[in-house]
Structures are given as C-alpha cells and as structure tokens.
C-alpha cells in the first residue's frame, strides 16, 4: 500500500519568493514515481513534474523543482520566483511500479495562495 | 500538444438515473484511468483499464460501476443508478505505458446528483 502526505492544508507565499510546499510518503514497492500536480480553481489537474526513485538528480522543471529525499521519504515542491497565477492547490501523488499497481495514490493537497 | 478530452464538463442527473461519463485519451496510449474527487476533498483511484479489460479497481468502483472502451478510441465511466454520494469531479487520465513517468488528466467532468 502506498500513502502520501501533505500536512500543509494551506499556504501564503509573496509575489516573486519561493516556497516550498511538503510532501512525505511510504511504500513498500523498491521502485517508484512520484508526481505533482496543480489543481486551479477551474479544477482542472495539470501535470507538473516527476521524480522517479532511482533518479539520481532532483527534477527541475522550469520554475517548479523537486527536492528529493529518499531516505527521509520525502519530495517536496520548490516553486521559485512565485506567480500570482501560481495561486492553486498543490497535490503529491506517487505509483508503485512493481507491486503498486500502476494507479496513483494522491494527497490531500496544499493549497497555495500568492499575494501581491 | 495531444490532449485528453472529457464530455460533458458539467452534468447534472437526478438520484437513481444512469449516467455515462465520455473521455477520449490520447490516441497512442494504452492505460486509461477514472479518478474521482469530492468536493474539497483529494482525488481518489477508482480503476484502470488495459487491453480491454479492467487491470484493478478500488473498493469505491462496486457494481453501480461499469467502464468499457467502445469503439477503439472512446472510454466511458457509467453509474447505473446514481446516489447522492456519487456527486464528485470525475477525471479520465491516460498513460502510454505502464509505469510511466506521466499521467495526462482530463479537464473532469463534474458530476452532481440531486
């Protein structure tokens, strides 16, 4: 069984800062993908970034990077030099490639607000 | 940029009535999904679908559910006889290999029982 964890329900962060928003998840599969998305208000998923576990470097992807932790099970998401249009929520999700299935397991989202 | 696209955007039904919810993935991909989110809350798996069959379920997709792939290139979610509870966001997504690195969600069709 696979968990994640996003114990930040909700965030503010300035025009142009960075901020990191949490993620922490468990499994017991050796080999996984971990996955964030943005959830605007039109509730549309987008698809952000992607980190696979034997990746060696941590994923970066424009604006959006991911700092990842693997003996602390942890993957969070950096977004730097913040948008109001950033203004959304954040969810982490992750899918086991052997015995997880191929489904992913989300988070209950962080939801980040930018301020002028 | 290929999408996956999701018909209608919004529905409303009442309690009891069946309702079928369209999603065509994008055309090389082979893994389909239903996800489901209510209202505030984190979305949640509800099957996958490959090779013209179902790969796993989740406990929420009892037998008021039903996915099939008509026509080669359409893949539908139908709840036969629609409960209160089943009001949520419903997403189709679409991966072209198992295990890959990305999930293509569609823009969700919202779904409310009344």
């Known amino acids: 069984a696979q968990k994640i964890t996003q114990t930040q329900p909700g965030m503010f962060v300035q025009e142009k800062e960075a901020v990191t928003l949490d993620c922490t998840y468990d499994t017991s599969d050796p080999s996984y993908g971990l996955f964030w998305y943005k959830q605007p208000s039109s509730g549309e998923m987008i698809f952000l970034i992607y980190q696979g576990s034997y990746d060696q470097q941590n994923a970066t992807e424009g604006r959006y990077s991911l700092n990842f932790q693997k003996a602390r099970k942890s993957a969070n998401l950096v977004i730097s030099a913040s948008q109001l249009g950033d203004s959304a929520m954040y969810f982490c999700a992750m899918r086991g490639f052997t015995g997880g299935g191929n489904k992913l397991t989300f988070g209950t989202g962080t939801q980040l607000k930018v301020e002028l | 940029e290929p999408e996956v696209t999701q018909t209608p955007s919004h529905q409303v039904t009442q309690m009891g009535q069946e309702v079928i919810l369209r999603c065509v993935p994008i055309?090389?991909?082979?893994?389909f999904y239903w996800y489901r989110q209510i209202l505030g809350q984190k979305v949640e798996f509800l099957v996958s679908f490959y090779n013209n069959e179902i790969s796993e379920k989740s406990e929420i997709f009892d037998d008021q559910f039903s996915v099939e792939r008509p026509d080669g290139s359409n893949f539908t979610l139908k709840i036969r006889s629609t409960k209160l509870e089943d009001s949520a966001m419903y997403f189709c997504?679409?991966?072209?290999?198992?295990?890959?690195?990305?999930?293509?969600f569609g823009q969700g069709t919202r779904l409310t029982v009344v």
């Open positions: 997504a679409s991966s072209d290999r198992q295990g890959g690195t990305e999930a293509f």
């Open positions: 055309s090389n991909h082979l893994y």
